[in-house]
């Protein structure tokens, strides 16, 4: 119900001052006209003691019938409505009402012959009505009309309109009620204003920057011409959404640099290729050839040395030529399901020979019951060759080559970790694009062969390195599970 923040503010506003209504309507009745009622009541009851008093002494001075006049006068008086003069039996004798005359008063219960004046508040045909008497006692004036020796004669009886008891105090409450009321109106009206000028609309015009943002829109603006936290707000969505167009703008640039070389790559990548296939024939031929000659050299010939050094330069051109042939034209990984240690522990055995001549100490820290992965050995065997101959290269003072195979999860993971002198941070996020190389006879494709060979076995390839320390690099291969291939059959 209160979902939205207007309803929240809106609504604690109205219980707000429905509860300050109630108190203050509560406190004004209790404190105020309480005393209001008691104020007006005493002002009538000291008019009905007036009338009493005056009606007495005429009453004294000139009896009954000389008063007569004076009553009915007196009783068209305001707030007086009624004056009466009833006899010691409850007979009305004078009234300013006609008709009352020689009736039974009808309050009798009131007629207290011991007390000098009572009074009472009544309703009198739906009119509030402060009815008061008062006995009328024998004095020696009365002797000479009213024979007997009783102590009363009669009693005075007044009537007086206590109307305005009721009617201004519910004038008042009704005033309080209104005015409360109209200010709670006014109260809400504001709020209900400040919220749309100041609240509602402005949290529009920040939500439709957001979603503009969020859309892509980074150049669009919020206007504000406030000062206030809704306008910091403001400045700071605009403020993100310069960060972002900026970070676009620089994406775009690198992407399209990105592209470019990638596009240069690819040309130059396919004319080396191109070359390579030429090339790789013809020193295929050299070499064979020198191997010949080299072999019918008489034994101590010193020529022998020159043919084993071109024999030699031209395996390094030969093997130059492959490595640009396979990552210019990679081959589909022909996978059945084996073992990782497998091409890994036959990739050592080719190295031993540059292990030993390189002084480096191999760890081996395998797992022998390692889960089955889908593999091309040979592809496997050219990336374990290829870490390995970095590592031995990088350690050519000799060290500690660490060979790791273990289960990580749903993972087989290997690792090979050198100590030499690890990989500068200034190159750590080259060392995988295709031709980059810190060595005087290298190639550069090594590694972006070796990546692209183990992402093409849904794998992921890693480095880590401590300037100083050595370098890991760590290989992650999904593990082949049986339902996998009942799914593939
Ligand atoms: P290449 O071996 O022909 O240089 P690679 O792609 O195999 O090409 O290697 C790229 C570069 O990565 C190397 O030139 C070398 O700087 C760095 N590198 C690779 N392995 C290691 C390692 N184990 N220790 C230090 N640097 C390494």
Known sequence: MFETLRSKILGSLVVASVVSIAVSTLSVNYLFLDDEREAIAQRLNLVAIMTHTTLHKLMEQYHQPASEEFILNIARQQPLRNVRVIGADGVITVSSDPGDVDKIFSEPNILLPDSSFANYLRVKNGKSVITSISPFYRTQECASCHAGSEKVLGYINVDIAADEIESGIDKAQRWIVASSLFVAIIFIGTAFGVHFRFVKRRTRQLAVGISQLAEGNFSYRIESKQRDELAVLASQINRLGDQLNHMKQELEKSHQSELERAERMASVGELAASIAHEIRNPVAGISSAMQVLSSELPPGDERAVIFDEIVHQTQRVNRAVNDLLSY??????????????????????????????????????????????????????????????????????????????????????????????????????????????????????????????????CGRMEVKSIKGEGATFRITLPIHRLEEEKVLV
């Open 328 to 457: 210019a034209r990679p081959s589909t990984p022909e996978l059945s399901v084996g073992s990782i240690n497998e091409p890994f522990l036959r990739a050592l055995v080719l190295m031993e020979a540059q292990q030993h001549a390189a002084k480096v100490e191999i760890v081996r820290q395998i797992e022998p019951n390692l889960p089955p992965v889908l593999l091309d050995a040979d592809q496997m065997k050219q990336v374990f060759v290829n870490l390995v101959m970095n590592a031995l290269q990088a350690m050519h003072n000799g060290g500690i080559l660490t060979l790791r195979t273990y289960t990580e999860g749903e993972d087989v993971i290997v690792e090979v970790a050198d100590n030499g002198p690890g990989i500068p941070e200034n190159v750590i996020h080259d060392i995988f694009k295709p031709f980059f190389t810190t060595k005087h006879q290298g190639t550069g494709l090594g590694l972006s062969i070796c990546r692209s060979i183990i992402e093409s076995h």
